[in-house]
């Protein structure tokens, strides 16, 4: 940035005030992610968010700007800066899943894919000026840190003693210190909304099969779901516009045909979207794990600001309806369900044939050939408990032929059925639980807490993530809405009606170590 170009204030920015700084000449597509790439030389060495920068980022905002001067139409999303989760396929980079054996550097193998997948494409389609990748645990399995990554730990902008959330935590600590505007998370099992919870953030976990999850390493293609994270409701609802829809490469998104809302994501924003809105509390009937006392404190005052709101409160919505039995952690697990994961092998043979002729690992057997000596399904890997899901072992013996999920499909119907009647019995707009059940653990000092997370990944239900207020250590609390399969547009507007009354978020101090 030249010396007569005023500082652009990063922590403050949205889609809006980059498009209207665009405008106004406050600053170009190539002296805001100039700006940005100076945010990520100054602070990524302590967070370590950005594994991989993407050199071509000037030239393509220089690109933009070109156009914009010509006056060429524009994507929705031209020139705002942009980072993308590490295990989603993008050319010119490794996907590496935070791994050292898929690492070359590391002395592992480079995963080099031939196409961007179906998200990153639309991401660049849509004009957006993509900086790097982020950082992810090993094949993304937890969703409480990054610990584990060959790049070294990502911490938590807000409070660094705490974890940042997993297993999109990258994604989160580069937007919530500003590194970006946006940024594309993934989730199979939390990874979503435990991040963006973590630091503070508004994250979109999609209904499964509203967006394409192809070219993205999978952990079960019947549980991700790539989504949004960002500073405001709005800004990850405008991402959203441009994530959603029908992709050839994802047979499962033919299912979202028609769901998409007329005029987009944010159509239904309005300042009392919340006025007679009957929203459905947590309770024992969802989950028989209670809140610690202060999470308890900060939720009820939280269901004041709804009913401030006008919004209708119904108590525990899903008492005596059998939700909570259904659940089930996988030992040796003591907190997550991983039914649905059965698929995996599967899963990455499809993958691994995506990535093209020249790839230098082709079949879930050359997988397993490569990181043979840090398995991860063997004894003691990241993935081990599998093992202990009945239908898994046939998987793993034979990953070239759809795997029997026929225990997770009963159990998805199971979930679907009770949730829609619950809807319906008692007219639910919404469904609005704290996202964890008690503060942030320190840093490798325990795992998330959670409320929902098997049942929504399970079930494949849509949920967005608002910050809701601080803990007395300073750690967030993050509220979670929750509705029926395609119901996105409502839930954003609600969040985003709680959000602009409440405004709770506070932009974090980065400081050094």
Known sequence: MSQTTPAIDLATLTVDTVQEGFRNGSFTAESLARACLAQIETWNGRYNAIIFLNDEAIDDARAIDRRRAAGEALGPLAGVPVVVKDPMDMVGFPTTAGWSLLHGKSGGVDLMPATDAPVVARMRAAGAVILGKTNVPVLSHTGTHADDSWAGPTLNVVLPCRVPGGSSAGTATAVGASMAVLGLAEETGGSIQNPASAQDLVGIKPTIGLVPNA???????????????????????????????????????????????????????????????????????????????????????????????????????FADTGFAQLRQPTLPLTNFDARGMESVPYDLQKYLERLGPDAALKSFADFAKATEKESAFAPGGVLSYLHNLPQFAAALRSPGTPPDLSDFIALKEAYLRIVDAVFAREKLDALVFPQMREELPVTRGGTIQETTVGELNIAGLPAVTVPAGYYASGAPFGLLFVGPLWSEATLLALAHDYETATRHRKAPRLAAA
């Open 215 to 317: 070219g993205v390493m999978p952990l079960s293609g019947n549980r991700d779901v790539v989504g949004p994270i960002a500073r405001t409701v709005k800004d990850a609802a405008l991402c959203l516009d441009v994530l959603a829809g029908y992709s050839p490469e994802d047979p499962k998104t033919l299912a979202g045909v028609g769901k998409k809302p007329v005029g987009g994501y944010t159509a239904q924003f309005g300042s009392r979207s919340l006025a007679g809105a009957r929203i459905g509390l947590y309770g024992p009937g969802w989950r028989t794990q209670p809140l610690s006392d202060e999470a308890g404190e900060l939720y009820a005052r939280a269901a004041k600001e709804l009913v401030q709101r006008g919004a209708v409160l119904v108590d525990d919505p």
